[in-house]
């Protein structure tokens, strides 16, 4: 498991474009056969993929977080974005669809996850949180869910809003997850830009075509830096920070939170002509 210390906005707006990717860019997700994780010292932020072939893959706990099983005391978040799999938790078979989602709560000592057809395998986006209560297992179907629908075509940034794991929606001990996507033709996201204190944020950028990139915006708004950003690559945004971005064509992105509440509203919203 790969460990990731943020660096703080003091020593971030002095670093280097190779020194803030190491910092805040998760770049060696879905690995075909494998489990891949990264360790974040930010709010105990778990990201990971499993992208089973012909074999299970079981989500084992790393040594670093010193526990008998993964969710021992953690709680997951599961998003499909390849094709037809299923994740095990505790002996219960989940079917999962492209952008359909899974909650696994804490206590859950086994998590396998597998797919339909090795030769077009599902690839399990994985969030993880510490968790200070068990919630249920759920699985969320995301065609079932009706998004949110903002922005326009004449400001670049038209998009839908899903939302899954949610103080309204499947209910967890501190994660917040959904995604959203960018209309054709729009490619803006979080703009205006926001920062919110009181939890930490990863965007999951996907459904990039390999020659296309998303130029993400971070930190504070009186001095921005941005991190160039591949398909399947993930960006840590801490409190202090914004998080947008523009892309070269359209794509998707899962938002994910962790920290001190839960609220989505819960933002400190900036202007745009504020941005440096």
Request: hydrophobic share 40%; glycine share 8%.
């Amino acid at each position: 498991m790969r460990l990731i210390q943020v660096a703080d906005a003091v020593r971030y707006a002095r670093m280097t474009t190779d020194e803030l990717r190491a910092a805040f860019l998760v770049d060696s997700l879905f690995e075909p056969g494998r489990v891949s994780l990264a360790y974040i010292d930010l709010d105990r932020t778990v990201v990971g993929s499993a992208v089973p072939l012909a074999q299970p893959l079981t989500l084992e706990a790393d040594l670093d977080l010193r526990a008998t099983y993964f969710t021992e005391r953690r709680e997951l978040g599961v998003l499909n974005i390849g094709e037809a799999g299923a994740v095990e938790a505790n002996g219960h078979c989940y079917e999962l669809a492209n952008l359909d989602a899974l909650y696994v709560g804490r206590g859950n000592e086994k998590v396998v996850f597998s797919s339909h057809d090795a030769a077009a395998p599902a690839e399990f986006y994985l969030l993880s949180y510490p968790a200070h209560a068990a919630y249920p297992t759920a699985r969320i179907d995301s065609r079932a869910i009706e998004p949110a629908v903002l922005g326009s075509g004449a400001t670049a940034n038209h998009r839908k809003i899903t939302r899954l794991i949610h103080l309204d929606g499947v209910r967890s001990s501190q994660l917040v997850m959904g995604f959203t996507q960018l209309s054709e033709g729009s490619v803006w996201n979080t703009m205006p830009p926001h920062t919110h204190m009181r939890r930490s944020e990863v965007y999951l950028y996907f459904n990039l075509a390999p020659a296309d990139r998303v130029v993400h915006l971070m930190g504070p708004a009186h001095e921005t830096r941005h991190i160039v950003v591949a398909d399947k690559q993930v960006v840590i945004s801490p409190g202090w920070s914004i998080h947008a971005g523009v892309g070269t064509s359209s794509y998707t992105f899962c938002w994910g939170m962790g920290g001190e509440n839960q609220l989505y509203s819960d933002m400190d919203p900036l202007a745009i002509a504020d941005l440096r």
